[in-house]
């Protein structure tokens, strides 16, 4: 209704202005090929708008010839532009030529913002979401804008039924009016549960976890659960539809939603009344005609399914005519097979899969068309009807919208060059690349006809977005305390493009943390593209202070590392790095000449030269369902490079994901690491320790390994030893959204010598937990206590571990 009602009022003033306009101009004089000496803007009433905006809209100049064509664009575009009410043009003639007038009534401008019906937001905050700037023009768009986001926001908090209208009221000053929002809140409805009927292959749990519709819990003045959106809940119906068809159910149909009001009865009792019209209730929408009677405030919804008999599939063949492909070649990659229960889903997914295979060779136009036939009471066969068409070479290579991001930056993505042989699916590797930058808010990339016979050409359409970021916040943790934290980066830096250092596709960090128990600060430059080769090349120089490592002792790291990473195949990348640091290890002046902790004091150079290699194939950084990440790196630190030991370091990091029944997630993780040092004793500094919340959660952050008490004035704490390993089995499941529980066991063990793996003594713990990811951050709860310890000083109790990572 708001769109046509705009479009009316414009067209009207447009109507009205043009016919003012030309008749002017007729009555005056015939102008007809004349020229345009002079273009005159004069105003009726108050001067709203800026003369030069004015002339903007119009494309009639000085030196140009009359035409009334032109006048009339004219007058479109100003009416259009929501500033003007009424354009009156006319013509005076001036030597050989003409002056054009334009005489405008330009619409008030903006005075202040006032609210009606309003009671559950102030006026203040309404305000603020409208956008409305005192002293513009007041045009029709942003006035309907702003009423949307009012209404948005109201619905926000579950107001779904809430209604915006305004109203211009004029003021003492001349040309200024303010806009009255008139608003009808409607009523907040809670959703406080959601029902299912004739449902016996799933549970009303396994549907509901398909709805974007949540009720009511507690969490959800952050989730914003028990809010009812009535397009949401059409949306919703489909998922479950969906759902069933993909487990077999192809005749499963609904009654779409009703609704259902608790009310009591004539004794007092609660009972429930059920919507009428099922029909009515699918095509509403207005939630005050979907749920009417009773406690509108709080509702229940309730759906009845027909899910009918399950099919599998009994068999699926192929049309004759193939040429590229044989059915047998194409049979073995598909994921819906005789013998499976159907799926929609996975037969989408093969219907892609056949004509990724054939856009490999450059058959850019094939298609495949399904036919499904009832073979009986429950069994189905799939027909694929494959159109060939030909194949294609790369022709042109075009991208468009790369205001800052440089040409090459976006080439060296693509996979194709003009004259390769065209593949979409090299054309959709280059749309999830681009993607994958982080440096666009949408990336379009697809062939198109090209004027060369024979040829496909491939356009690249990106629209860039903000890839700077200025972050700073406050951090808790058990370990660290308070913490306060600046970061600046930049993903698409350009160090040879100084003061604008956009578009390069570099990468810039700056870090600075300064907490109560560690202070850190570094600065990164990073090039994916090193020589122009897939190649990684990155420098660092950091400070690192740390004061919670022991009671016995502080910590100073200072120095600079060079880094290069070298991707192999889709999963895996080699990452090798030399390092040069300065620690300086400060021991209390309380601890005894006689402890071990005194042999670590001093300052140090640590040379080092690493190499990993990493193989990632997890589905997500954050929550990982399945795949697994395996770790292997070496380090070795060289006196011959100026270092003060010779060392060697091993580490093997492993972890593994499993999706299970409700969305729980198995995750088995470990770490086995050694050090062993041929020039004296392993420094403080290369030490192994468990204990913390990033391994052993039932025990002090370090407090597992080898202890100072080989004197009788030793101090009893953990100096650490030169072989350690541990192994963590978590089961998470979810608890309301965005939040996951979570039961855990950790086992590990410290040597005192290196490669030594002998797990006869070894720590562990059990536990329970919270993971939430909230939107101002994530948040992980644990709790665990001990239940091995060969060295009872370990067992402290109980462990409380927690982050909290607050941003402003």
């Not at 101009?25 to 000496?37: G, S, V």
């Not at 670590?600 to 990440?629: C, E, M």
């Not at 470990?670 to 392993?682: A, H, L, Y």
Request: net charge negative.
């Amino acid at each position: 209704m708001t769109k046509v009602h705009s479009s009316f009022r414009a067209s009207l003033r447009y109507c009205i202005a043009l016919f003012l306009g030309i008749a002017s101009i007729a009555l005056a004089q015939d102008f007809t090929d004349k020229k345009i000496n002079s273009v005159q803007v004069r105003y009726a009433g108050a001067k709203t708008v800026d003369e030069a905006r004015i002339r903007n809209l119009m494309s009639v100049k000085p030196g140009q010839t009359f035409s009334a064509e032109k006048l009339d664009d004219d007058i479109r575009s100003l009416v259009n532009s929501g500033l003007v009410d009424d354009v009156t043009m006319s013509g005076e003639e001036s030597g050989s030529g003409m002056t054009l007038i334009v005489e405008v009534m330009t619409r008030p401008a903006l005075a202040g913002v006032g609210f009606a019906g309003n009671e559950e937001f102030s006026d203040g905050k309404l305000a603020k979401e409208t956008e409305l700037k005192p002293g513009l023009p007041i045009s029709d768009v942003a006035i309907y804008e702003a009423r949307k986001k009012i209404e948005e926001y109201y619905q926000g908090y579950g107001f779904s039924d809430v209604n915006v209208t305004h109203r211009l009221q004029k003021t003492d000053r001349a040309g200024f009016s303010d806009v009255i929002f008139e608003v009808n809140e409607g009523e907040a409805l809670v959703l406080k549960a959601i029902k299912f009927n004739g449902n016996n292959a799933f549970s009303d749990g396994d549907l509901r976890r398909k709805m974007e519709t949540k009720k009511k819990d507690i969490l959800s003045f952050i989730t914003k659960s028990g809010r009812i959106d009535v397009n949401e809940l059409q949306a919703d119906e489909d998922r479950i539809l969906d759902f069933y068809r993909n487990n077999g159910y192809l005749k499963a149909q609904t009654s779409g939603f009703k609704r259902m009001v608790r009310q009591p009865n004539e004794n007092g009792d609660i009972v429930f009344l059920a919507g009428d019209n099922v029909e009515y209730v699918l095509k509403s929408s207005s939630l005050t005609e979907l749920f009417t009677g009773g406690d509108k405030s709080k509702i229940e919804l309730e759906m009845d399914i027909y899910e009918g008999v399950q099919y599998s599939v009994n068999q699926i063949r192929f049309t004759s005519g193939m040429k590229v492909f044989s059915p047998q070649e194409l049979m073995p990659v598909l994921t819906l097979n005789n013998g499976d229960t159907f799926s929609a889903s996975k037969m989408r997914k093969d219907i892609t899969t056949i004509r990724s295979y054939y856009g490999s060779r450059g058959y850019a136009d094939a298609s495949v068309d399904p036919d499904i036939q009832y073979a009986s009471e429950n069994t189905v066969n799939i027909t694929y009807t494959v159109t060939e068409g030909r194949p294609y070479k790369v022709g042109r290579v075009t991208i468009e919208g790369n205001n800052k991001t440089k040409d090459k930056v976006i080439r060296r993505e693509i996979p194709l060059k003009p004259g390769d042989n065209f593949n979409t699916v090299d054309v959709e590797t280059t749309r999830k690349r681009l993607e994958g930058l982080n440096y666009f808010s949408n990336v379009v990339a697809q062939g198109s006809p090209s004027d060369q016979e024979g040829y496909r050409d491939i356009n690249v359409l990106v629209e860039e977005k903000q890839t700077g970021q200025l972050s700073f916040g406050l951090g808790f943790s058990s370990i660290d305390s308070v913490v306060g934290y600046i970061t600046v980066e930049e993903t698409n830096f350009d160090i040879t493009n100084p003061w604008k250092f956009r578009g390069g596709g570099q990468r810039m960090s700056l870090n600075l943390r300064m907490g109560s128990e560690t202070q850190d600060f570094s600065l990164s430059l990073t090039e994916p593209w090193f020589l122009g080769r897939r190649l990684s090349l990155g420098g660092e120089v950091f400070y690192h202070g740390a004061q919670n490592l022991s009671d016995e002792y502080e910590q100073r790291n200072v120095g600079g590392a060079l880094f290069m990473r070298k991707p192999i195949g889709r999963f895996a990348y080699l990452r090798g790095e030399m390092r040069w640091e300065k620690i300086k290890v400060d021991v209390e002046n309380d601890v005894p000449d006689t402890s071990v902790f005194q042999q670590f004091g001093g300052k140090f150079t640590r040379p080092a030269i690493s190499l990993n290699y990493v193989w990632d194939s997890r589905d997500a950084l954050q929550t990982p369902r399945s795949g697994h990440k395996i770790d292997v790196g070496a380090t070795a630190v060289v006196s011959a490079l100026g270092g003060d030991t010779d060392s060697f370091i091993f580490s093997l990091t492993g972890s593994k994901f499993w999706n299970l029944w409700f969305d729980s997630i198995l995750e088995v993780n470990g770490n086995i690491s050694m050090v062993e040092t041929s020039s004296g004793e392993t420094p403080i500094y290369d030490r192994q320790f468990l204990g913390g919340a990033r391994n052993l959660r039932g025990f002090e952050y370090r407090d597992v390994g080898p202890r100072d008490y080989d004197s009788p004035q030793g101090t009893g704490e953990v100096y650490g030893g030169d072989s350690s390993g541990y192994a963590t089995v978590e089961w998470s499941f979810p608890v309301i959204s965005s939040v996951r529980g979570a039961a855990f066991y950790d086992a590990g063990f410290v040597s005192l010598d290196s490669w030594d793996f002998d797990i006869g003594e070894y720590y562990s713990d059990i536990g329970v937990g919270l993971r939430m990811n909230l939107p101002f951050g994530p948040i992980a709860l644990d709790y665990a206590f001990p239940l091995e310890m060969p060295d009872e000083r370990a067992d402290k109790g109980g462990q409380f571990n927690f982050y909290i990572d607050y941003e402003f």
